[in-house]
Nanobody, 128 residues
Framework: QVQLVESGGASVQAGGSLRLSCSAS???????????MGWFRQAPGNEHEFVSS????????YYGDSVRGRFTISRDNAKNTLYLQMNSLKVEDTALYYC??????????????????WGQGTQVTVSS
């Protein structure tokens, strides 16, 4: 099976920072370094929103408009871990944050249908 486990979510004040982590494991996952990865979020009552994604080698990154310039995605393939550094947090960043694996062969890195395995999520709450 595949396991994606997010951590690092917390309650912070607006303007603060958090770093989320996503640890990948499982025989069915294959080699972490061969897979693109990404982050999505979902606020109560809202649809899933694309946050960011990164290619397998980390050479290309993609961001949603609402987080570009404030969030940074990265990965450590030696540790099978994906990260999301979130700075200048806003109240509207409050959501459950999920990491996910890009489906092998997918040509897009920002649509939900391009991702096949998902974690359970970690909660980020930003207060004013």
């Amino acid at each position: 099976q595949v396991q994606l486990v997010e951590s690092g979510g917390a309650s912070v004040q607006a303007g603060g920072s958090l770093r989320l982590s996503c640890s990948a494991s499982g025989r069915s996952f294959g080699s972490f370094e061969n897979n693109g990865m990404g982050w999505f979020r979902q606020a109560p009552g809202n649809e899933h929103e694309f946050v960011s994604s990164i290619t397998a080698d980390g050479g290309r990154t993609y961001y949603g408009d609402s987080v570009r310039g404030r969030f940074t995605i990265s990965r450590d393939n030696a540790k099978n871990t994906l990260y999301l550094q979130m700075n200048s947090l806003k109240v509207e960043d409050t959501a459950l944050y999920y990491c996910a694996r890009v489906r092998p062969g997918s040509s897009t890195y920002s649509l939900m249908r391009a991702f096949d395995y998902w974690g359970q999520g970690t909660q980020v709450t930003v207060s004013s």
